[in-house]
């Protein structure tokens, strides 16, 4: 994940929209990553995973794209909805060990 | 957050008090994770345990935190002689086995710490 920073940065969508949230990780040996959602004042809630051996998954609404070439996680959220407003991280098992790592985080916030 | 309960959910203390948070993982997990987060940033890993073993406390500080996973009852995050730098949120979560081969890693709601 990328190293810690003191201001998220956001994005600001209409409701309705598709969302895509980006991530760039930093161990090109990590092979399982997840992104996870926090609201205000909460623990983080597990959204999806994905293994090194795929490059998309998709669940109810989201889909997450892996780009090994570029170290890149994507989240797409389509038709986003005011309960979405959340920060989103991506997490990483850097290096393929036993621990996750946690980007930075990105503020999504939807506009009615 | 599929029942990483964790207590208690909010604790003041002064300088040089001790802080214990405590966390119940989901039933049937024995993999045990902690992390801190500080406001307007990501969640730091701290250490990893399993029932009564200790697998990973490299994002621990060195000194004043200690943590534990005992055979019975819930796993401790102790935090000795605290500071005002101590303050944040410290989650807790689990897994049924090791959560970054691909076992879903489930968050409690967290414990959040002010030191006065």
């Known amino acids: 994940g990328e190293s810690v920073g003191l201001h998220l940065p956001t994005l600001s969508v209409q409701e309705g929209d598709n969302s895509i949230i980006n991530c760039a990780y930093s161990?090109?040996?990590?092979?399982?990553f997840i992104w996870y959602k926090q609201e205000s004042g909460k623990g983080p809630q597990f959204i999806i995973d994905?293994?090194?051996?795929?490059d998309k998954r998709q669940g109810q609404r989201v889909t997450v794209l892996l780009n090994k070439t570029v170290k890149h996680l994507s989240l797409q959220i389509a038709a986003t909805q005011p309960g979405d407003s959340a920060v989103y991280f991506c997490?990483?098992?850097?290096?393929?060990?036993?621990?996750?790592?946690f980007g930075t985080g990105t503020q999504l916030k939807v506009e009615l | 957050n599929a029942g990483v309960m964790q207590n208690p959910r909010h604790l003041v203390r002064r300088r040089g008090q001790e802080a214990r948070l405590r966390c119940s993982p989901v039933?049937?997990?024995?993999?045990v994770y902690w992390y801190r987060q500080l406001p307007e940033e990501g969640l730091k890993f701290m250490v990893y345990?399993?029932?009564?073993?200790?697998?990973?406390e490299s994002g621990m500080p060195k000194e004043r935190f200690s943590a534990e996973f005992p055979k019975e009852g819930p796993s401790i995050l102790r935090i000795q002689q605290v500071v005002r730098g101590d303050s944040a949120a410290y989650f807790c979560?689990?897994?049924?086995?090791?959560?970054?081969?691909?076992?879903?890693?489930?968050f409690g709601e967290g414990s959040w710490l002010t030191v006065v």
């Open positions: 979560a689990s897994s049924q086995g090791q959560g970054a081969s691909g076992n879903t890693i489930y």
């Open positions: 161990n090109s040996a990590s092979d399982y």
């Open positions: 994905i293994r090194s051996n795929m």
């Open positions: 997490a990483e098992n850097e290096g393929g060990g036993n621990k996750l790592t």
């Open positions: 039933k049937g997990h024995s993999h």
């Open positions: 345990l399993q029932k009564e073993n200790i697998i990973d």
